[in-house]
């Protein structure tokens, strides 16, 4: 498959804290990549600069071996996509333009074509919000509300999709769909998908690759399961974390703690 999304010596900073130090990826078509780590380990900050929304603090970040900083706001918004971890409503709109207003990049001067009708009706059926197409997203509760934000990324029709703890607000039903919607997408669309999650039994089982941060520094990065071991889990969350086989498959549990505070 394709290399879309790379990154070379890729260095990370928040005032005087080292976040990540010489991160090299190479993402390709068809991977989705799950970016583990610790509160405060720099996650937001690593999807941020992925996106092209943050100035790197040292090393480069390119889309298809161009750097990010040599696009255009639109031209890159038409190549990748990018859901924060909040969205703030300033004014009021129906669930249908919040999801149609996606597909502005590839407009020419706010024509509208019966071409972008579809990618925004079809990404309201995927994640079942027809039925509250006209709905004020000012009315909606957290769970529809984080829905319209995945349907909005999808019907910008991009080739990578970057996405901040996109299961905030969702219930287990809905978790689920967006983790196989993801993989489908990257899989049948060829694109590629990076978002940050902090169930790790979820992303070892809905993602090929992780990005492990522990806020010091270091990131590891590669195949899910080369990354992904109780060491490496329990360096970089400082705590006991243990690898399980159950029905052949590996899970990962919490210790409990030594010395617990009342």
Known sequence: MKTLLTTQELHLCMQERVL?????L?????????????????????LRTLAGLRDVDGGEVSLDGK??????????????????????????????????SARYPHLSFWHWGDEDDEPTREALATFELDALADRDITTLSGGERQRVNIAAIFAQ??????????????DLHQQMRVLQELERTAVRDERAVI????????????????????????????????????????????HPIHGVDIDGERFFRAGRLTNPKP
Do not use: C
């Open 195 to 238: 978002y940050s999650v902090h169930d790790i039994n979820l992303a070892i089982r809905h993602a090929t690759h992780a990005i492990l941060l522990d806020g010091n520094g270091t990131a590891l990065a590669g195949p899910m399961l080369d990354v992904v071991t109780g060491d490496n889990l329990s360096a970089a969350f400082r």
């Open 157 to 170: 029709d991009v080739d990578v999709l970057l996405l901040d703890e996109p299961l905030s607000s969702l």
């Open 26 to 46: 190479n993402v390709r078509a068809g991977e989705v990549w799950a970016v583990i780590g610790p509160n405060g380990a720099g996650k937001s900050t690593l």
């Open 20 to 24: 990540v130090h010489s991160l090299d």
């Open 67 to 100: 750097p990010l900083s040599r696009y255009s706001p639109k031209t890159l918004a038409r190549r990748r996509g990018f859901l924060p971890q909040a969205v703030t409503d300033a004014f009021s709109l129906t669930v249908w333009d919040a999801v149609a």
